[in-house]
């Protein structure tokens, strides 16, 4: 693993992130005639740092890069000259101050829609929504789902992609007993088919969850043609060469690249004795996957990807491209949906529905964030849009320290007709930071037990 090709997309990803919320404080901030004493993206000691504009306002660069704040001018903090009490945060009508707290958030919402509507109006090349079925007893196969099905809507709601399906089915799936797909069978034909859920739990904390439907992605038959090679992996070793194409191993013929792929898994540490063409000349060696952990099972791997298949592309991928008053209104659906969907697995979380394995710290969200950089700019986009809506969620929930948990402090204040006592809110704010806490505890735990399991 080349770890600039993570560390640097996380950074940048991180770092705009909370670019964006600390100027939606800031910039609300200014329009309310407080004064910002300073800004700064991460927190300790500063690595640089300059002054400007007419209150000396002072722009920060930290060492530690996980957060940033904007200092406004406070009593509660330091002294402030009777001349600037105007100026001072909290002089400000609570108006005022719930507006400059929720801006921070709303900032990070209004970015994702920014990013996914010049997403959905430039356009992209998605999977399509066409399906497979995974072998084995499943939702999918009880409701007649067959093999190159072309899905056009869920429960009404049209789709385009495989994402858009993908999205659709996991947001029905946990709201609903029952959802109906209508699809555009191979020979033409429509038809719908009625997905049960009433029997599969939501998350076991392993499995993706549109695989435990039955589905995946439908592909052509792909030839075993290798097209990269890893050095020092396992095809390396044995002498493969990209172009090369796998015909048999073991004695029994490969009939094609998942046929070569699912072989290749199920067999970590055996040598496989390999026949392959090369420029029409069969050339034999032994081929010895590599053991690796994936989800908690022991896999082979032999580092190669397939070569760009030549035919059937048409037949899986389209341009999927939306007008732009259409986009905008997706982007805001998208952005909403995400949203909700979030506070929901909160929600779901707490009471034990869905497995706290699925929180995920700055690891995980960094090895994501390369990942999303390498398969393309439109996939990092996705991916900075997606964090920034979990950075909204997150930082309005009703938690001390958070900005939702001050947000929850102006409310009773309204409610109450005063503000509330100096000694609660230090209460609330030591609650606040051990919860926190344990929430990146966890959130670091998990990362770490998924580098551990490969």
């Known amino acids: 693993m080349n770890l600039l090709e993570y560390l640097i997309p996380f950074v940048l990803a991180l770092g705009l ?3 964006v919320h600390e100027l939606g404080h800031y910039l609300v901030a200014r329009g309310c005639g407080v004064k910002v004493l300073r800004f700064s993206i991460g927190f300790g000691r500063p690595l640089l740092k300059w002054t400007s504009g007419a209150d000396r306002t002072e722009w920060a660069l930290a060492a530690f890069p996980l957060g940033g704040y904007v200092k406004m001018l406070d009593e509660r903090e330091s002294p402030v000259d009777p001349s600037e009490l105007h100026r001072a945060f909290n002089r400000q009508p609570v108006s ?8 921070g958030p709303l900032a990070n919402f209004l970015l994702a829609i920014v990013l996914y ?3 959905f109006v430039g356009g992209a090349e998605e999977l399509k929504p066409r399906l497979a079925l995974i072998d084995g007893p ?6 007649g789902v067959r093999d190159g099905d072309l899905v056009t809507a869920v429960s009404g709601e049209r789709v385009r992609s495989w994402p858009e399906l993908r999205w659709a089915l996991v947001r029905h799936a946990l709201e609903e007993r029952e959802v109906t797909v209508q699809v555009r069978s191979a020979d033409g034909s429509e038809a719908r088919r009625t997905l049960d859920f009433s029997g599969m739990s939501i998350d076991d904390g392993k499995s993706d969850l549109v695989e435990r439907m039955g589905l995946r992605p439908w592909r052509p038959r792909i030839p075993a043609v290798v097209g990269k090679i890893v050095d020092d992996g396992a095809a390396a070793k044995a002498g493969l060469q990209v172009g090369d194409t796998v015909v048999a191993l073991d004695g029994r013929p490969v009939e094609s690249w998942i046929d070569l792929v699912e072989r290749v898994r199920t067999a970590p540490g055996e040598p496989l004795a390999a026949v392959v063409l090369r420029n029409g000349v069969r050339v034999e060696t032994t081929l ?6 994936e989800d908690g099972v022991r896999i082979g791997k032999v580092g190669i990807a397939v070569a760009e298949p030549l035919e059937g592309r048409e037949e899986m991928f389209a341009v999927v491209r939306y007008g732009v008053v259409e986009g905008l209104g997706k982007a805001i659906g998208q952005t909403w949906e995400t ?9 779901r979380m707490i009471v034990g529905e869905v497995s706290w394995k699925n929180l995920s710290g700055p690891v995980t969200i960094a090895d994501y964030a390369g990942q999303s950089a390498k398969l393309g700019l439109s996939h990092y986009l996705k991916f900075i849009a997606l964090i920034s809506i979990s950075l909204g969620v997150l930082n309005l929930l009703p938690i001390p320290v958070l900005d939702g948990g001050h947000l929850l402090y102006y409310v009773i204040e309204i409610i109450k007709g005063g503000p509330i006592p100096e000694r609660v809110m230090e209460i609330g704010q030591q609650i606040g ?6 929430l990146m505890a966890f959130a670091f735990y998990n990362d770490i037990t998924r580098l551990i399991s490969g």
């Open 17 to 19: 992130l909370i670019l």
């Open 96 to 103: 005022r101050r719930f507006a400059i707290v929720a801006a």
């Open 117 to 119: 509507w010049g997403l």
């Open 138 to 143: 499943s939702i999918a196969a009880q409701a």
């Open 288 to 293: 010895t996957p590599e053991a690796a952990e």
């Open 339 to 347: 949203s909700v969907l979030s506070l929901k697995m909160i929600g």
């Open 433 to 438: 930071l051990a919860a926190l806490a344990m």
